[in-house]
């Protein structure tokens, strides 16, 4: 008998390029709030190979998703730069129970998406923090970029494995 899959972790964050010659790196916050990407410890670092290491944040500022933050062992610029590029996961089990109607992105990757005249813009792909709000990247015959709230954002129906937004398929 086949040992249960574990779920996949889930994504709360990206390491950007260093900050300064002191080893601190960029870091941009998916979680919401965005300083909840703080309340899970060590932070668990996936790099480009698959190779996973953990690391304890010693320091940070900044607010929103935009921060900068001293990990520790990590002293100076040519450390931090192997860093860039690092997701930040964590397991499933860490996280709190979702509320009716929420959803966590890696989710939601695969996803065919819908508008309201029925027709069929392709599938979540990624998503994407733009400045103003999130995005979510939907390639199908052609790429959308469809903001990832409300009014834009309809329903996602999880059984059928789809979300409906009001986006219209020729933009």
């Keep these: 008998m086949a040992a249960p899959q574990a779920s996949p972790p889930v994504i709360l964050g990206r390491i950007g390029a260093p900050h300064g010659i002191r080893g601190w790196v960029r870091v941009q916050s998916f979680a919401e709030p965005p300083e909840g990407l703080f309340e899970h410890q060590p932070w668990r670092l996936r790099f480009a190979d698959g190779r996973v290491e953990n690391f304890e944040v010693v320091d940070a500022s900044g607010a929103g998703d935009a921060w900068r933050v001293a990990l520790a062992g990590i002293e100076d610029r040519t450390a931090a730069e192997r860093l ?23 989710d939601l ?26 995005v979510m990247v939907v ?17 996602v129906r999880t059984a059928e494995r789809e979300i409906d937004v009001d986006w219209p398929a020729e933009l």
């Design 84 to 106: 860039t590029g690092c997701l930040i996961e964590v397991a499933r089990t860490e996280l709190p129970a979702l509320a009716a109607r929420e959803h966590y992105r890696d």
């Design 139 to 155: 390639t199908g015959e052609r790429e959308h970029w469809v903001p990832a709230l409300p009014p834009y954002l309809v329903r």
């Design 109 to 134: 990757i695969g996803f065919g998406v819908v508008n309201r005249e029925g027709v069929r813009l392709g599938t979540v792909r990624s998503f994407v923090d733009a400045p103003a709000n999130p």
